[in-house]
């Protein structure tokens, strides 16, 4: 719906929002291309949400500016700046038809009958709603809700979309449904959306570029593979899918391989950035479906070791492991139930191996 041009977007230069000694938001920068589609990641009390109600311009920031393709709009009134809004809770009116929720922002802006009649038609038929305009809320399940506020939102073709964890109502089954229907609706419109959500899966599934929040900062921004791929930080490898970790001692390099050590045991691990001289520590962060179990000593195996399960969970496409050792502690393992040859029981003694790229070495936070 929105013109998806090369201008510059959205750009945060050192906003900050404080509440007396507390920084909801400390000093950040950011910049959203036209069209992408943006998700603001983190932990409860993180500073998302506040980032998104000073966009919308419901809360005005402590200092820095906020500026669209260039244009300064840090002061801006939130009618003013043509963004629409999505909330966790709809915020539907429960006695007006489909078609009247979606044709209100056209009402307060004074269109003509007509061509809000065609801009409605247009917006409900984009989340195939068409044959339920005449419905009121309370007749639709909670996904055609959530669509009728998506239309509502986008009906006058407002600059940037706004999504403020607009999943949470919905169970685990219509959650991942609707993921898949919001992708391809930003697919086709080209707003630009910037969405607001602690739910890792969300956003790795939707975004071009996720955003991971900390205490009011971002800590890590890039495309869902880059971040899950290669964390910089041990914040980031755990909070962005599962990780374990092994923490050592570099004894050495070679052919760009860091050599470490853990309880008497050495470990090979690809650098990734900087070699680290020997004595230094080192973090390694794993991802669990990158072990591998078997139940003899792998041969020619970069790293290996023997450990114990200590429980184990059956998921349907996967077994899901804790492998506990002397010196690494527990080490989860995810690995293909159709492919493996062992079947686990609590208690048995296995070997797990990984490769030497498998991991990433991580700033420890």
């Known amino acids: 719906m929105a013109d998806s041009s090369d201008r510059a977007g959205l750009e ?95 009402k307060v802006r004074r269109l003509s009958g007509d061509e809000m009649r065609g801009r409605v038609k247009k917006a409900l038929d984009l989340v195939q709603l068409g044959p339920l305009a005449d419905r009121l809320p309370r007749q639709l399940s909670g996904g055609q809700q959530q669509r009728v506020a998506l239309a509502r939102a986008l009906v006058f073709n407002p600059e940037i979309l706004l999504l403020d964890e607009p999943l949470g109502a919905l169970d685990r089954k219509l959650r991942q449904e609707v993921q898949i229907e919001l992708k391809e609706l930003h697919r086709r419109v080209r707003t630009t959306f910037i969405y607001v959500t602690h739910d890792q899966e969300e956003a790795l599934s939707m975004s071009d570029r996720i955003a991971i929040v900390r205490d009011g900062r971002f800590v890590q921004i890039g495309t869902p593979d880059e971040l899950y791929e290669t964390p910089r930080t041990r914040f980031v490898a755990g909070f962005l899918g599962e990780s374990n970790f092994l923490r050592g001692t570099v004894r050495g390099s070679e052919s760009g391989e860091i050599n470490y050590e853990i309880g008497g045991e050495q470990y090979r691990q690809r650098a990734n950035g900087r070699i680290p001289p020997a004595g230094d520590p080192i973090l390694v962060a794993m991802r669990p479906e990158k072990v591998r179990i078997a139940a003899q000593r792998p041969t020619g195996a970069a790293n290996a070791i023997e450990g114990t399960i200590r429980n184990w969970n059956y998921f349907g496409s996967t077994f899901h492991m804790t492998i506990v050792h002397p010196a690494l502690g527990d080490i989860v393992v995810s690995c293909p139930a159709w492919r493996t040859q062992i079947m686990p029981e609590n208690g048995q003694r296995l070997w797990i191996d990984w490769d030497a790229d498998a991991g990433v070495v991580v700033a420890d936070d």
């Open 12 to 106: 945060f230069r050192g906003i900050s929002k404080h509440y007396g000694t507390v920084r909801a938001v400390d000093n950040v920068d950011l910049q959203v291309p036209r069209g992408q589609f943006l998700t603001l990641l983190g932990p409860s009390g993180s500073g998302k949400t506040t980032m998104l109600m000073m966009i919308a311009g419901f809360i005005s920031p402590t200092s820095g500016r906020m500026l669209l393709d260039g244009t300064d709009i840090t002061d801006r009134q939130p009618e003013k700046r043509n963004f629409g809004m999505v909330f966790q809770g709809y915020a539907l009116f429960p006695h007006l038809s489909v078609f009247d929720n979606v044709a209100f922002p056209l």
